[in-house]
């Protein structure tokens, strides 16, 4: 796994309610990334970061909120969740722009 | 408005056999391309890559191709196994840009069949 670690790995919450899915790294990499799962969508960026404090939004991004304090943790907050936000949610990591990423073993996050 | 399509949601293929996953793209732009497998319950694997200043790449039973002009690239695995049996992702990036994340299509569901 790349020196990944995602949590929770499964998670199961109300509408409204707020939700923060961590990812740990190992590795030192500079870059990370958020991607979400969903059937018949394959893979999509919710949100990236190129370094401490360096964030950027990704594909869908709407209803989610990043921060990267340190190198190996990059959190995703979902502020007010909602059920269109129940999917899978993956970390990914990389050394650079040119390297492939690496991912968790994901979230599975259920919105009630 | 995609740019990374993979047209063929499902393909079977017996083991022993060359299975053959296709991947279309629209950005031009994109330089860096790559493929990845996903196991239920696993995050997605990196399989192998290509840059757009070659046309392929190899790493034992998996085969990459690049046709930039037709904005297509293909992952061959001869011969597949059973174990081959998962959904594959074609993602590419515009690596010269920077900061650019990778791009996935929908994924393609490969069946081997014994």
């Known amino acids: 796994d790349a020196g990944i670690t995602q949590s929770p790995r499964h998670k199961v919450t109300e509408t409204g309610t707020p939700v923060t899915l961590r990812c740990h790294q190992t590795?030192?990499?500079?870059?990370m990334y958020w991607y979400r799962q969903d059937p018949g969508h394959g893979l999509r960026l919710i949100h990236y970061s190129y370094g401490v404090k360096d964030t950027d939004k990704g594909e869908v991004s709407d209803g989610y909120s990043v921060s990267r304090s340190k190198t190996e943790d990059f959190l995703l907050t979902l502020e007010s969740a909602t059920s269109s936000q129940t999917s899978v949610y993956f970390c990914?990591?990389?050394?650079?722009?040119?390297?492939?990423?690496?991912f968790g073993n994901g979230t599975r996050l259920t919105v009630t | 408005d995609q740019q990374v399509k993979q047209n063929s949601p499902s393909l079977s293929v017996q083991e022993g056999r060359i299975s053959i996953l296709n991947c279309d793209y629209t950005n031009s732009m994109f330089d860096y391309f790559l493929w990845y497998k996903k196991y239920p319950a696993e995050g997605p694997t990196f399989l192998i890559s290509?840059?757009?200043?070659?046309d392929k790449n190899e790493d034992g039973r998996f085969t990459v191709f690049l046709n930039k002009s037709a904005k297509h690239l293909s992952l061959h695995i001869v011969p597949s196994q059973p174990g081959d049996s998962a959904v594959y992702f074609c993602a590419a990036s515009e690596a010269h840009s920077g900061n650019t994340p990778l791009v996935f299509g929908k994924g393609t569901r490969l069946s081997v069949i014994a």
């Open positions: 590795e030192n990499h500079r870059y």
């Open positions: 990914a990591i990389s050394a650079s722009v040119d390297s492939p990423l690496h």
């Open positions: 290509i840059s757009s200043i070659k």
